[in-house]
Nanobody, 125 residues
């Protein structure tokens, strides 16, 4: 089993920054990919960013490219999401997720094995 705990959400004005963290514990030795997703009220959960744990290769949704940066600290088993130039449309609950096995997709929520509880990010205009 793997446990994921997010932190770092909050209220910020448009144009501001936040950094989310996701601490992983348990059987994390087989981590293949970790990702961030978000879900706004009344909308489906959507892909934000992902990182291959061993290679560090990163992937982003077009809506956040150039503003958000995903990174990881292998020694601490922690995933980060640096969010800059935040917009009101970035308001959502942000979830981190983990793939234990090699999957065909990094952007499909259904292909992640473990999820955190989520952290609220609210961007005011």
């Amino acid at each position: 089993q793997v446990q994921l705990v997010e932190s770092g959400g909050g209220l910020v004005q448009a144009g501001g920054s936040l950094r989310l963290s996701c601490a992983a514990s348990g059987r994390t030795v087989s981590t293949y990919t970790m990702g961030w997703f978000r879900q706004a009220p009344g909308k489906e959960r959507e892909f934000v960013a992902a990182i291959r744990w061993s290679s560090g290769d990163t992937y982003y949704a077009d809506s956040v490219k150039g503003r958000f940066t995903i990174s990881r600290d292998n020694a601490k088993n922690t995933l980060y999401l640096q969010m800059n130039s935040l917009k009101p449309e970035d308001t959502a609950v942000y979830y981190c997720a983990l793939q234990v096995y090699i999957r065909t997709s990094y952007f499909s929520a259904g292909q992640y094995d473990y999820w955190g509880q989520g952290t609220q990010v609210t961007v005011s205009s």
